[in-house]
């Protein structure tokens, strides 16, 4: 083994950015920088060497995060590049985990976007160290011919805005990163209060620091303020550290005194400009118009030369284009690959100092408060392991930990030959059971502590697996495997290599059929796994699949198995019908899933469905008074009762909507709502770092101030009172545990009729949120009746009743849609058998109606579902924020087809300094596909969109409201006389994909209604 192995010398980095922000074309002069042969640097900034995939290159995006291994000024710097485009960001997710560092890139002229917004959040959330690109700066000279003062004020805006953006995360402001664009332009900034902005200590990022480089990737030119700093130091008798801290923000040089001073210290009516404008971007100016323009003074680039010593073969100065003088003279005095490595170098951490810091994020510290369970052997050893990951402990013998983020295929015959020794290899041989595939599937994988080897036996440990626990359903999370090869990635390219060493990247071979997306690795079992990397969106644009010919079902079915585990974010499921369905993140993605099916998995034709777009149900929300709808909740009234067949258990349910922003906060917070829920963060408590929060509390007092959200009147203390009484009498939310929707036990004083009892258990998740305290928890349970049979009749039933409240959840009466921001109050009583026959009788009524558990189960469902028709039932679509960019000319056009589209349009702006106007709009999910493609068509591809899924969101109309319309009307109305039911279209639609009865349903009275049901 190596003994000059230096781990203190290795970075490992990801580049992030918004699409087409110029991240490939970075890469490209990295690697070319890096010598080795791999890119000629002529070839730079044009090849997008780290898109070799075909259709990356033909669409001109990334779709795949891809690293490669440089060296520079003997350091190695594994970088990896990643996709810009919402549909892949995912894989921005999977980079992330394994980097250290990010630089985050933001186009000069095109500002912050969505995806600017999205890849801080998630640098934030991995706890990587983030520098700043600022690129493209040659649009701002050359496009929109800014002066050097213009320019600078952008760039200023920009550095404050990705600040404010960061220092919001810090904060924990925002729920979502739609939240926190619509919270308004973090930059905007008056020029009076600049000042203001530059002195801010807390910012993450600082010119006059070295985090921020200023760059142009496609011309291979970028600097730090340190680069100016040095050169300037002797010519204006200043040390370099005092003039990097003044060559940003309001700091002048009078010449006369040749003192540097603040806005404070200038003469009244001084034409001074900042340092950073005279001294950095005016001569950038005159380097551009000297080059560009015809008439441009040559002599200043022969100056140029000869001060700073630059060699350039003169063949490249007698070129014809201007451009490409241009471009080696900037390229030769400020190279952008030095620039940025040697920032990468300063500011971002080791993989030693960083795996300390990210440790906490990683493997988080397992309180164990339960004694009873495992031994103490075994959280030793998984302490050891930690430590070792924390220190990123390299020697041979120390256990051996790796993080896999993602699997993906690469065709056998792209697989290296030859092996670490140069013998010949046969790459078919292994991959047991896919043999008949020519496809490999490698692991993306880093390195925490210890070394692998190729050959070694490991763990692979899944998100599940518990150290701590036996048994069978311990087991299917862990499993052994033998690594088959390690290879170095350097792009497409694979070098074989025997062995890695803890903070390196490596892909491994021979693990193809133990993981699917993501895995921890480890020598021992004794080792927890680590955390679960986060996603930005998830997949929902869902198709069903079939082959052409039904004969190839068995390689769909395959092709399928072999896309799901070869991308890391599709989700392939089979439909209640049997369909097979396929899952992506947009229409981008599910393209190119489509063709990788087609091409390489499944090689067979196939017809996809349109898009299965999912929706949700709710009823009307209290527009005026909420206060009103919460009291009757209470009362006696307004209810909904079903009785079971066999009469014996009465069924009565009230029903409520909750606040939106409850309901808002319930979705976005399921995965801790799991954990809570499930006990988790009782049993095992993260500790250290940001993480110290209590989540259980936060989470508690988020849904506080949701539900005070809503009130605005006068009524605010009563209605709080009520929602307090409300939350602490949560049974269980649902469907399936987490979602959207409560079950509320009846209250405490509600008496049984008669010797009747009714079902109830303890408010379980109030208790686990901490609504209620477990010594007011020991509430009698059914004081009042003395029947003890019959009260353990009821307990027994508790479980019908939540199941029946979690069926009738996950799909609602309207179109078999999961229910969406309800709370339902449900009172189920069961009185006893009147006499002995009865009891006796009742095995036989039991074949007559089925069991008694199934019949209650049944009546909630059915309640609770007429519940909602009864209380003037809504849709609920998805929508997605929408973000336009369209030079003005095509704003026609462009508005066009977002009226089209049901599009609600929230913000319109001139991008200041630039022809193109920037759109912010809601459009439906239903109303999306093919929206991307008809925008391009109609703006002959000037104007662009990118969608994020943004909220849930109630179509104010009545599905029933038309009382009796033909269905071609419906379909084919012409809008004149009959207002089109968008609703209601959007129910059928979806009924009649699902083979459920279309209804003509006519509403007299809240509580009556006449049904004709006609098969389609
Ligand atoms: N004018 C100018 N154009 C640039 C600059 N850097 C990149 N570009 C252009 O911007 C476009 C997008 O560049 P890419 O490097 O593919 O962008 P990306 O961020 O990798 O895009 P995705 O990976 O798809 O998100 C290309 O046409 C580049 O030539 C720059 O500094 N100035
Ligand atoms: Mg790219």
């Known amino acids: 083994m190596d003994d000059s192995y230096d781990c203190r010398s ?55 995060s891809s690293s490669i291994c440089l060296q520079y000024k003997g350091s190695a710097i594994n970088l990896i590049d990643s996709p810009g485009h919402m549909d892949f960001c995912s894989e921005v997710s999977t980079a992330s985990r394994l980097s250290d560092g990010g630089l985050v890139l933001v186009d000069a002229v095109e500002g912050v976007h969505i995806q600017t917004h999205a890849v801080l959040r998630q640098a934030w959330i991995e706890k990587l160290t983030p520098c700043l690109v600022l690129n493209k700066i040659d649009r701002l000279i050359v496009e929109l011919k800014l002066s050097p003062m213009e320019a600078y004020n952008r760039l200023q805006r920009i550095v404050h805005e990705v600040n404010s953006i960061v220092s919001t995360y810090k904060s924990e402001k925002y729920l979502s990163d739609v939240d926190s664009i619509l919270a308004g332009p973090a930059g905007e900034v008056s020029d009076e209060n600049q000042d203001f902005i530059e002195d801010d200590e807390e910012d993450t990022f600082q010119p006059q620091k070295g985090n921020v480089v200023f760059a142009c990737a496609l011309d291979g030119w970028g600097f730090g303020i340190c680069e100016f700093a040095e050169f300037y130091a002797s010519k ?207 692991a993306f994988a880093r390195i925490f502590s210890g070394v692998l080897h190729a050959g070694q036996k490991v763990f692979v440990l899944s998100a599940l697996y518990d150290p701590l626990k036996s048994g069978d359903s311990v087991q299917k999370h862990i499993q052994e495997a033998e690594l088959h090869s390690l290879y170095l990635m350097m792009g497409q390219g694979l070098i074989p290599v025997a062995s890695v060493r803890a903070g390196n990247l490596v892909a491994i071979r021979g693990l193809g059929q133990h993981i699917l997306k993501s895995a921890t690795i480890s020598s021992t079992k004794n080792c927890w796994p680590f955390s679960s990397m986060t996603f930005q969106v998830s997949p929902t644009l869902k198709v069903a699949i079939e082959p052409s010919d039904p004969v190839d079902m068995a390689a769909l079915m395959k092709g399928l198995r072999l896309l799901n585990r070869a991308d890391p974010f599709v989700e392939v499921s089979v439909s209640a019908r049997g369909e097979h369905v396929l899952a992506a993140a947009g229409e981008v993605h599910l393209e190119r899933c489509i063709k990788d099916l087609k091409e390489r998995f499944a090689k067979v034709n196939l017809e996809i469905s ?53 309901t808002k906060l319930l979705d976005e917070s399921s995965d801790l709502l799991e954990d809570i829920i499930a006990g988790k963060s009782i049993q095992v408590k993260t500790m250290g770092g940001q993480d110290d929060d209590n989540p259980v509390e936060s989470l508690r007092k988020r849904i506080m101030d949701a539900v005070e959200s809503e009130v605005t009147d006068g009524n605010a203390e009563k209605y709080k009172l009520l929602w307090e009484n409300l939350l602490k009498r949560i049974w269980a939310l649902g469907p399936r545990q987490v979602g959207p929707n409560m079950l509320l036990l009846p209250e405490t004083t509600t008496k049984e009729t008669g010797p009747s009892v009714i079902i109830r258990s303890s408010p379980y998740v109030s208790e686990r949120l901490g609504f209620i305290n477990s010594n007011e928890l020991e509430l009698e349970i059914n004081p009042s009746s003395t029947n003890q049979q019959l009260i353990q009749e009821s307990e027994s039933l508790r479980s019908s009743v939540l199941s029946g409240f979690q069926v009738a959840t996950s799909a609602g009466p309207l179109c078999d849609e999961p229910m969406w921001g309800l709370a339902f109050v449900i009172e189920a009583s069961i009185s006893p058998f009147e006499s002995e026959t009865e009891a006796i009788h009742q095995q036989s009524q039991s074949d007559q109606y089925g069991v008694f558990s199934g019949q209650v189960m049944t009546a909630v469902k059915e309640a609770c579902k007429a519940a909602l028709l009864q209380r003037n039932p809504r849709i609920v679509e998805g929508m997605y924020f929408c973000e336009l960019n369209t030079p003005t000319e095509y704003l026609g056009p462009m508005y066009a087809v977002l009226a089209r589209r049901r599009a609600r349009i929230l913000k319109e702006e001139m991008q200041e300094g ?36 943004s909220h849930w969101e109630a179509l104010p109309e009545d599905p029933f409201f038309v009382p009796k319309t033909e269905e071609e009307k419906e379909e084919f109305g012409d809008g004149s006389s009959v207002l089109q039911n968008t609703a209601r279209k959007l129910i059928d639609g979806v009924r009649r994909r699902k083979g459920l009865p279309v209804e003509e349903k006519v509403v007299q009275h809240a509580t009556k209604q006449r049904t004709l049901a006609r098969k389609v």
Not at 322 to 332: D, E, T, Y
Not at 642 to 662: E, F, M, Q, S, W
Request: a positive charge.
């Open 10 to 64: 290795i970075r490992n980095i990801c580049i992030l950015a918004h699409v087409d922000h110029g991240k490939t074309t970075l890469a490209d002069h990295l690697i070319a920088s890096s010598g080795g042969g791999v890119l000629h640097p002529k070839q730079a900034g044009r090849l997008r060497f780290m898109d070799y995939l075909d259709e990356e290159q033909r669409r001109a995006i990334t779709m795949k």
């Open 236 to 442: 204006l008798g200043a040390s370099s550290s005092s003039l990097q801290k003044a060559l940003w923000g309001p700091r002048y040089f009078i010449p006369k005194t040749k003192m540097i001073v603040g806005k404070k210290g200038l003469a009244a009516g001084s034409k001074a400009r900042p340092m950073f404008v005279q001294f950095v971007l005016e001569p950038l100016w005159q380097v551009y118009e000297a080059a560009l323009d015809v008439n441009g003074d040559k002599k200043i680039l022969e100056k140029l030369i000869k001060s700073f010593n630059l060699s350039i073969p003169p063949r490249e100065l007698q070129n014809k284009d201007p451009k490409l003088v241009l471009q080696s003279v900037m390229s030769r005095w400020l190279p952008l690959a030095d620039a940025v490595l040697s920032m990468v170098i300063k500011h971002m951490p080791d993989p030693i100092a960083a795996q300390s810091f990210r440790v906490s994020r990683l493997l988080p510290k397992r309180e164990i408060l339960d004694n009873t369970v495992g031994d103490s052997d075994v959280v030793a050893e998984a302490e050891i392991v930690r430590k070792s990951v924390e220190t990123c402990d390299s020697q041979p013998e120390s256990p051996c930990v790796a993080f896999v983020s993602k699997m993906f295929a690469v065709p056998i015959k792209m697989l290296p030959q030859r092996g670490v020794n140069g013998d010949l290899l046969n790459n078919y041989t292994e991959e047991g059971g896919s043999g008949d595939s020519d496809e490999c599937f490698l």
């Open 610 to 662: 349109p898009p299965l777009v999912s929706f949700r149900e709710t009823i009307e929300g209290e527009l005026s008074n909420p206060f009103e709808k919460l009291k009757s909740l209470t009362g006696n009234s307004n209810y909904i009762e079903r009785v079971t067949p066999n009469g014996r258990c009465t069924v009565r349910v009230h029903i409520l909507k909750l606040p939106d922003a409850l």
């Open 914 to 949: 630039s022809p193109l106007f920037t759109v912010h709009a809601y459009v439906p999910v239903a109303e999306s596909f093919g929206f991307a493609d008809e925008l391009r068509r109609w703006t002959s591809g000037a104007s662009s969109a990118l969608l994020v899924l």
